[in-house]
């Protein structure tokens, strides 16, 4: 069984500031990790994902993640927060790419001027 | 990157009538699909994996005879909300996977808003 737990339900950030939100994962088998955002009444984009290899993963719009194994962990990071960032952000756990995702709760970002 | 369309975006019914969503891989083909729900300030919660010309499977406590998936072909799987109720009002966001150059991926649709009154 795999479980996603996001720390924070809400996260606020001044416009260029660093942003940091959580994710932390259980697993039995080796993880796919993914990042997903979504803007208000829409689908969800993927901002990264990692499979094997490299454990920093750079997505798009600025955002990266590291895989930790040791702590279990998957933070997505950006060092400048932009306006635009502002969204639901949903880290999600799969056995295999392209297999059934199972979903953090969820952290909305506020970003303030 | 792929492309996959879900129809409606957003659907008002009344209680008790049926509604059907369809979710359509636009430039590939996708023997697998997957239907997630998502109620308002919370998580996508998978319901069921639809399988090309085959039953689909549905999740623990999902009733499979009020959401009935049909996936008839390589490039679409509909969800039929039947005899909707208000309690059913959620977000409805489909994916499909799309293997090919030994690579599997999934991508998801826009989603689809329920309301039922």
């Known amino acids: 069984a795999q479980s996603v737990t996001q720390l924070g339900s809400h996260v606020s950030v001044s416009e260029g500031a660093l942003v940091l939100l959580r994710c932390n994962y259980s697993?039995?088998?080796?993880?796919?990790l993914f990042w997903y955002v979504q803007y208000p009444n829409q689908g969800l984009q993927l901002l990264l994902k990692y499979t094997t290899g490299a454990t920093l993963v750079k997505g798009i719009n600025g955002f990266e993640a590291e895989f930790k194994k040791s702590e279990t962990s998957f933070h997505l990071t950006k060092p400048s927060a932009h306006m635009s960032d502002a969204a639901e952000y949903f880290c999600?756990?799969?056995?295999?790419?392209?297999?059934?995702?199972?979903f953090g709760e969820g952290t909305q970002l506020t970003v303030n001027p | 990157g792929a492309v996959v369309s879900q129809h409606p975006s957003w659907v008002i019914c009344k209680s008790g009538t049926s509604v059907k969503i369809e979710c359509r891989s636009l430039d590939f083909q996708a023997t697998t699909m997957f239907w997630y729900r998502q109620f308002p300030k919370q998580s996508l919660m998978l319901m069921a994996t639809?399988?090309?010309?085959?039953?689909?499977?549905?999740e623990q406590g999902v009733e499979k005879d009020k959401f009935l998936i049909n996936h008839a072909s390589l490039t679409l799987s509909t969800l039929t909300v039947t005899s909707a109720h208000p309690e059913d009002s959620s977000f409805y966001i489909c994916?499909?996977?799309?293997?090919?150059?030994?690579?599997?991926?999934?991508?998801f649709g826009q989603g689809t808003r329920l309301t039922v009154v």
């Open positions: 994916s499909a996977v799309r293997t090919g150059s030994g690579r599997t991926e999934a991508f």
């Open positions: 697993s039995s088998v080796p993880p796919y």
């Open positions: 639809s399988n090309e010309g085959s039953k689909a499977t549905y």
């Open positions: 999600a756990v799969s056995p295999t790419s392209g297999s059934r995702l199972t």
